[in-house]
């Protein structure tokens, strides 16, 4: 499942959510992996005091979509889910959620790693920090 969103969120409450409400998950996975990206209070020496994640809906989700079901045909995994926010962010505001369930745990950080890695490098979403020394784009690294 793919969520991208402005409304704040608690990663550790959509996983458990998640696995309540998906009935095909029940017993079947014996590794859940976890990844959580969340605001640095600093970036480039800087400080940030907030951050702007715009994004171009439709082709966000399209994109998101596209890696999981990649993931999903690479790894032999039970189900993803990727939350993203957008919107304006403070230090410590959780970013990103990442979270792949597989029968083994190999599979499971192989595909979460995938999943989060494409998402910072391709997913077309733009950044703007602003710092004690004004306002930045950030540039993917």
Known sequence: MIRVQSDPFDPWQEVAAY?????????RFGATTVFVGSLRDFSQGRQ???????????????????????????WDILD?????????????????????????RDEAFQACRYLIDELKTRAPFWKNEATDAGQRWVVPD
């Open 19 to 27: 696995q309540q409400q998906s009935g095909s998950l029940a017993g």
């Open 48 to 74: 940030i005091r907030e951050m702007t994640l715009e994004h171009y809906a439709g082709m966000t989700e399209k994109h998101l979509e596209k890696v999981s079901r990649e993931a999903m045909t690479r």
């Open 80 to 104: 993803a889910l990727v939350i993203h926010r957008y919107g304006r962010l403070k230090p410590a505001d959780p970013i990103v959620l990442v979270a792949v369930w597989s029968a083994h």
